[in-house]
Structures are given as structure tokens and as C-alpha cells.
């Protein structure tokens, strides 16, 4: 995957914003600012961010951010998470689109083994001992009742993987974005003249 091609087939800042229908009332509640309640004050300065062309950018630190911003918001066991990571990344100034997509980590698939990864690391990290007979019949129910039981092991664990998980997406990001770049460099040094 070429970075022209990724960069041709995701949405631009005014695109993003008519998909979510955002347009419509940032013009609505831009012509009346004293009658404005406080929380369309926050939510047109979250609009504010989206037009900010950093958070558009296809740069080095813009998608390592945003791939770090997408693991982290994936591990959170929070609904929303692709609309929470885009508003985090155009808070953060780092590619939008990309942090959106990067919560796809978790998928119905993925997310009763990450929860109960998280949740292991979480009793290791809060020293409780895991109720390990009640996991040997594994069953998603049974998991979901051990997990409401124990759900500030399961929180704790969820924090600490993401922020491992984004802080090694982020420096894994810039090491291969590097690694392209001297491909790249060394490509166009070794053609004959």
C-alpha cells in the first residue's frame, strides 16, 4: 500500500465534516453566539480542530500519532470508539481518518481475548487474584459476569495495555516509516544516471 494511494482514498477535512453533518449546525450555531448554551461553545471549538489542516496532514509524526491515538481509544472498553479517537486525533492535531480506523483493532472477534488479556494484567498490576475456576468452563457469558464483577481490574488493564500498545505503535510507526524512507533514498541512488 503506497502512501499516494492511502492518501487518495481517505476523506479530507470538509468531506469528514458533510458525512458526519457537522456542517449544518456549526453554520447554524456560528450566527447566534449569545444564545449559544456552553456545550455548542466546546463542541465548536472540537469543529475548530477538524479544520485545522495538521489533523489532515499525511506526515511522519501526524500518522505515528494517530496510530498511537487509535491503539490507545481501542483498548477502552467505551462505545463510540471510532468517533472518540477522531475527536482525540483532531484534538491532538494527528491524521483524523487514520485514528479512526486504527480502534478496528478491536472487532467482535478481537474483544473478548484483548478483555481478557486486560483484565489478567489488570489483577497482576492491582495484586487481586483471578478467579481462575470460574474461567475453565470459557464461555462469553461466563466471562462477561466474571469481567461485571471485576471491573476495576479489567479498567486498569485496559489502560496500561493501551498506553503500551500506543507508545510501541507510535515508535513502531516511525521506525518503518524510516526504514521506507531510506528504501526510498537508497533506490534513487543506486539508479544508473
Known sequence: MTRR???????QSAEFRQRLGMHRWADE?????SSRPWPADVLLALLRC??????WAFNRRSIAGAVATGLFIAWLPIPGQMIVAACCAAMLRVHVPLSAVMVWFTNPLTVAPLG???WRVGSMILGSTPPTAEIESFGIERLMAVWNDNWPELVTGCLFAGAVTAVVGYLGT???WRISAVRRWRGRHRRPA
Do not use: G, I, M
Open 5 to 11: 494511494w492511502l492518501k487518495s482514498r481517505l476523506p
Open 29 to 33: 450555531t456560528a450566527d447566534s453566539p
Open 50 to 55: 477538524f479544520d485545522d489542516p495538521r489533523a
Open 116 to 118: 481478557y488479556v486486560a
Open 174 to 176: 516511525l521506525l518503518l
